[in-house]
């Protein structure tokens, strides 16, 4: 099965055929697959990737991350892809869940501590014997997808993905147990996590400092010191990401982009897109 790329991977949620629409399965994903990509991909969808053969260099969500296979990779709904250096002997597979095969999961996966686990890390090295079983769950996958006399087939795919992570998967989280309790309560986290939900239209430093019960002088001296960036500078760059792929992927005006991030104004919004992007979100466009 072959899926392009695109700027925002944006996937049904709500059409009758669970097996047509609902899980898509990608194999054997190599370098050329991403040869055309200039700009940041959003994702609309949650996605996972295994990588089995190679490593990348990647920001995703603005944080670089250097993956070498075997290994596996989450993005997120919401969340930005932008790789800059892939081996020429790059393999994966990826799985693309709508938002309501991603909302069944949840349901099996969301009380355990594994959930916790797995939300906060963006890869994990995939150990053996995990790394051995990838290539049969991927072709187990596939098997339920060509399946069409199941009427019971999303189910099946539901609870074939819930035991892969709970006979097999958490394996990879087991050695990051430690890290993961003494980071839950880091100031960082939380604030990136409220970012990411309000950019659109919060961009003011009180309102995420509010939120998390700080003053907004120690929220931006915690933030820089925990990831080298102040919290402005989080804000800013969430936002003029979000601009540049609204630029390069859709058919909105300028006047739609702008009320779209929530901006008082167009030229506001192009005065804000210069200073930060050093172009005017028109030159950016045709760039």
């Avoid at 603005?62 to 020429?88: G, N, T, W």
């Avoid at 199941?150 to 993905?161: C, D, E, I, K, T």
């Avoid at 003494?182 to 939120?211: H, I, T, W």
């Amino acid at each position: 099965m072959s899926v392009g790329f695109k700027y925002n991977l944006d996937l049904p949620e709500t059409l009758d055929a669970i097996l047509d629409q609902d899980f898509w399965v990608v194999d054997n994903v190599r370098p050329m697959m991403f040869q055309s990509l200039t700009e940041p991909v959003k994702f609309a969808a949650n996605t996972w990737i295994f990588v089995k053969r190679g490593y990348c260099d990647a920001e995703i969500s603005l944080i670089s991350h250097k993956v070498k296979a075997p290994a596996f990779v989450q993005i997120r709904r919401s969340q930005f892809l932008m790789p800059s250096y892939i081996s020429s002997d790059f393999e994966a597979a990826v799985i693309v869940m709508s938002k309501r095969f991603e909302e069944n999961l949840f349901l099996l996966l969301s009380d355990t501590t594994l959930y916790g686990s797995m939300s906060r890390r963006v890869w994990v090295p995939i150990p053996e014997p995990v790394a051995s079983k990838v290539d049969g769950f991927i072709g187990e996958l596939n098997s339920l997808l060509a399946d069409r006399e199941n009427p019971y087939g999303g189910q099946a795919l539901v609870f074939g993905v819930a035991s892969f992570v709970f006979r097999w998967l958490y394996k990879c989280y087991e050695p990051f147990k430690d890290e993961i309790m003494a980071n839950q309560g880091r100031m960082a986290n939380r604030f990136l996590s409220l970012v990411q939900e309000n950019y659109k239209k919060e961009r003011f430093l009180d309102f995420y400092a509010s939120r998390l019960e700080i003053t907004p002088k120690h929220l931006s001296r915690t933030i820089k010191a925990q990831t080298g960036y102040t919290a402005v500078e989080w804000i800013e760059r969430f936002v003029i990401l979000e601009a540049k792929v609204l630029l390069k992927s859709t058919n909105l005006n300028i006047q739609q982009i702008a009320d779209e991030l929530n901006f008082p104004s167009q030229s506001f919004f192009g005065k804000y897109f210069k200073k930060y992007a050093g172009m005017s979100p028109k030159e950016f466009r045709n760039s």
